[in-house]
T-cell receptor, first 113, second 113 residues
Framework: GDSVTQMEGPVTLSEEAFLTINCTYT??????LFWYVQYPGEGLQLLLK?????DKGSNKGFEATYRKETTSFHLEKGSVQVSDSAVYFC????????????FGAGTRLFVKA | GAGVSQTPSNKVTEKGKYVELRCDPI?????LYWYRQSLGQGPEFLIY????????DSGLPNDRFFAVRPEGSVSTLKIQRTERGDSAVYLC???????????FGPGTRLLVL
């Protein structure tokens, strides 16, 4: 079945450091890919998405490119802030398998001032 | 406008008891999803409604779990004969249609003693 694998955390960075969180997926069809973020004490929020190969999703300085050849959707940000501290979830939704969303286990990011 | 709301925010019950968890989706959203999130894990799909009908209930773990959405708006997730392993955060999400962005509620934290 479909699955998502993302790098284990926690990831600890200093402010203004470069961030990469790796995500790879397995899907039988042509999934849409997502990054969700969960800030402390808040619910899940969609951060960005990409619906087809080579699409780049971007929001709040974060970017991720849908790479079909490597089945990856790595999240990047050039300069993290303390306020980016949160748990990040990579996810996919494959319409050939129904409308459910499959999530990775999450990666906790701590950013130090 | 108002987001997805879930009640109660916390529920403590004893093993063997029956519980109901409620989800109020965003007005006008026809699709509604239930997920379960265990500590340190990503959300796990339970069931998806399109309108009043369950379009995909493949994620329900066993017949103790049941969900309804009788009028195509509010949904109730029902758990019979609760077990300690049912302890988790139960998340609800809604979207305009099955393939649209899902908006998540804050979740109900269920603890079975």
């Amino acid at each position: 079945g479909d699955s998502v694998t993302q790098m284990e955390g926690p990831v600890t960075l200093s402010e203004e450091a470069f961030l990469t969180i790796n995500c790879t997926y397995t899907a039988t069809g042509y999934p849409s890919l997502f990054w969700y973020v969960q800030y402390p004490g808040e619910g899940l929020q969609l951060l960005l998405k990409a619906t087809k190969a080579d699409d780049k999703g971007s929001n709040k300085g974060f970017e991720a490119t849908y790479r079909k050849e490597t089945t990856s959707f790595h999240l990047e940000k050039g300069s993290v802030q303390v306020s980016d501290s949160a748990v990040y979830f990579c996810a996919l939704s494959d319409l050939t398998g129904g409308f459910k969303t499959i999530f990775g286990a999450g990666t906790r990011l701590f950013v130090k001032a | 406008g108002a987001g997805v709301s879930q009640t109660p925010s916390n529920k403590v019950t004893e093993k063997g008891k029956y519980v109901e968890l409620r989800c109020d989706p965003i007005s006008g959203h026809t699709a509604l999803y239930w997920y379960r999130q265990s500590l340190g894990q990503g959300p796990e799909f339970l069931i998806y409604f399109q309108g009043t009908g369950a379009a995909d209930d493949s994620g329900l773990p066993n017949d103790r779990f049941f969900a309804v959405r009788p009028e195509g708006s509010v949904s109730t997730l029902k758990i019979q004969r609760t077990e300690r392993g049912d302890s988790a955060v139960y998340l609800c999400a809604s979207s305009k249609g099955g393939s649209e962005t899902q908006y998540f509620g804050p979740g109900t934290r269920l603890l079975v003693l």
